[in-house]
């Protein structure tokens, strides 16, 4: 059976940072496919997007595409422009509300521990400190709501950002092509059996 992927997101989907090979997405559908799976992806992430562009501008047509399998990943850029708690955990309830009927394995991650990124050093603290954790709280709720998959790229990053200095691209907010490598690294094992009991 053929896996129709469609990613939802951020520049972390688009592959900013990269040199070569995309976001997580493209190296998450190649480890499925070096499995042996047929897959093909739909990649609608957006650079600079916040949970409200996901709603307008991409779950329409990730709904018309029939996925079997979506990934979210978004709330960095929420964090930096200041979304209210309330209004991202609506918005993701919203985006999940309509992905369900789509009977698509649904997986988001979390936001990762951005106050240990170089870039953190040069915005006010107050955009990420007693912010992130709270957003994570929203979509692990969410998620057990509505039965969503969640990858918890924020512990794994308190691990492996302050051991992997070349986790970031050069512009101390973006992964590199091995930070995005890690990534998809992190998302196989929960996305794996998702797929291949379809």
């Known amino acids: 059976m053929s896996i129709t992927y469609v990613a939802l997101g951020d520049s972390s989907a688009v592959g900013v940072g990269a040199s070569r090979g995309g976001g997580y997405p493209e190296r998450l559908a190649s480890r499925l496919r070096q499995l042996g799976l047929s897959l093909g992806l739909t990649n609608l992430g957006m650079?600079?997007?916040?949970?409200?562009?996901?709603?307008?501008?991409?779950l329409k047509r990730a709904v018309a595409?029939?996925?079997?399998?979506?990934?979210?990943?978004?709330g960095t850029n929420d964090l930096w422009r200041g979304t209210s708690l309330e209004d991202f955990r609506d918005e993701l309830d919203r985006i999940v509300r309509r992905l369900k009927p789509t009977g698509a394995s649904l997986v988001a991650v979390n936001v990762p521990d951005m106050a240990l990124a170089p870039v953190a050093r040069m915005v006010p603290s107050h955009l990420y400190e007693g912010r992130i954790e709270p957003f994570n709280e929203a979509i692990s709720a969410v998620a057990r709501t509505h039965g969503?998959?969640?990858?918890?790229?924020?512990?794994?990053?308190?691990?492996?950002?302050?051991?992997?200095?070349?986790?970031f691209s050069f512009d101390g907010f973006h992964p590199s092509d091995a930070g995005y490598e890690q990534w998809a690294d992190l998302m196989l094992p929960t996305v794996r059996p998702l797929v291949e009991r379809r």
């Open 65 to 74: 595409t029939q996925p079997t399998l979506v990934t979210l990943g978004i």
């Open 47 to 58: 650079s600079g997007a916040v949970i409200r562009d996901v709603f307008t501008s991409q």
């Open 148 to 167: 969503m998959h969640v990858v918890d790229l924020y512990s794994a990053s308190r691990e492996f950002i302050p051991q992997r200095p070349d986790f």
